[in-house]
T-cell receptor, first 114, second 109 residues
């Protein structure tokens, strides 16, 4: 167990709706990254937050947005859901300046859009 | 989309056999990473590679960073049933990390 938790575990939404996914970082970690993992694919980088600001973004449209809170927990918001948004959403936390072995993934939230 | 080509897509092997999988990219990366993902869990880092030509071992796992910086391979020696899972390669440049589509490994006792 990594100490990174995500909620909810599963979620079903309808096309056009909005969704908020939550991530609680491992204690002491101040950087969080979000990934989208479609079925049968590897994770795709969405964005990263450090000190409550986005400091890196992958090839995702603006309807994917995020927040990081002073306690370093994070949210991923997706507006105007599309069927292709159905995926496992992973967050990963680390402390800035530490190495790759110090980044830990959560178990993910499986989102189904119907 | 995916920039990394990972092969094979799946492997069915007998316990005790060695396994080899590889990853190629159209882009250069400064870091190559190999992860394992079990059902219902996030990926767990197995090996990180930071220098072209680097060969690194972690127990029965050995990985190499290709000298062109566009490829990497992972070997697993003397496989055991708990090696079952999906293995992902990833190339990282700054904050941007690109993953392969994964190699699904099945180990028959």
């Amino acid at each position: 167990e990594t100490g990174v938790t995500q909620s909810p575990t599963h979620l079903i939404k309808t096309r056009g709706q909005q969704v908020t996914l939550r991530c609680s970082s491992q204690s002491g970690h101040n950087t969080v990254s979000w990934y989208q993992q479609a079925l049968g694919q590897g994770p795709q980088f969405i964005f990263q937050y450090y000190r409550e600001e986005e400091n890196g973004r992958g090839n995702f449209p603006p309807r994917f947005s995020g927040l990081q809170f002073p306690n370093y927990s994070s949210e991923l918001n997706v507006n105007a859901l599309e069927l292709d948004d159905s995926a496992l959403y992973l967050c990963a936390s680390r402390t800035a300046g530490t190495g790759d072995y110090e980044q830990y993934f959560g178990p993910g939230t499986r989102l189904t859009v119907t | 989309g995916q920039q990394l080509n990972q092969s094979p897509q799946s492997m069915f092997i007998q316990e005790g056999e060695d396994v080899s999988m590889n990853c190629t990219s159209s882009s250069i990366f400064n870091t190559w990473l190999w992860y394992k993902q079990d059902p219902g869990e996030g990926p767990v880092l197995l090996i990180a590679l930071y220098k072209a030509g680097e060969l690194t071992s972690n127990g029965r796992l050995t990985a190499q960073f290709g000298i062109t910086r566009k490829d990497s391979f992972l070997n697993i020696s003397a496989s055991i049933p708990s090696d079952v899972g999906i293995y992902f390669c990833a190339g990282r440049e700054g904050n941007d990390m690109r993953f392969g589509a994964g190699t699904r490994l099945t180990v028959k006792p």
